[in-house]
């Protein structure tokens, strides 16, 4: 099983960003992807989940309006997409496969002006 992430990113306030997360290795509409952050010095932060089958989503209630969980089957590909950013949402992110200990690598988002 592989969860290969997009590279780092740079942004500035206001801004919106976009990361994937490639699968493989795996029946890629079986498993929930969730999409997890961790800013400096913090722990790590459910932003929600996708499942690859129907599309449909969960966000943890501080992103909701904000965030947006998308999915192309065709490329076993999932997507978070990040608008309004601040700098506060500067932080490695990452997805991993539901239920199961498999995660991408990191992205590192930084927002910056």
């Known amino acids: 099983v592989q969860l290969v992430q997009s590279g780092a990113e740079l942004r500035n306030p206001g801004a919106s960003v976009k990361v994937s997360c490639k699968a493989s290795?795996?029946?890629?509409?079986?498993?929930?992807i969730e999409w997890v952050r961790q800013a400096p010095g913090q722990g790590l932060e459910w932003m929600g989940r996708?499942?690859?089958?129907?599309?449909?989503?969960a966000y943890a209630q501080k992103f909701q309006g904000r965030v947006a969980f998308t999915v192309d089957t065709s490329r076993s590909t999932v997507y978070v997409e990040l608008k309004s950013l601040r700098s506060e949402d500067t932080a490695v992110y990452y997805c991993?496969?539901?239920?199961?200990?498999?995660w991408g690598q990191g992205t590192q988002v930084t927002v910056s002006s």
């Open positions: 991993n496969r539901g239920g199961s200990g498999d």
């Open positions: 290795g795996y029946t890629f509409t079986s498993y929930y």
């Open positions: 996708i499942d690859p089958e129907d599309g449909g989503t």
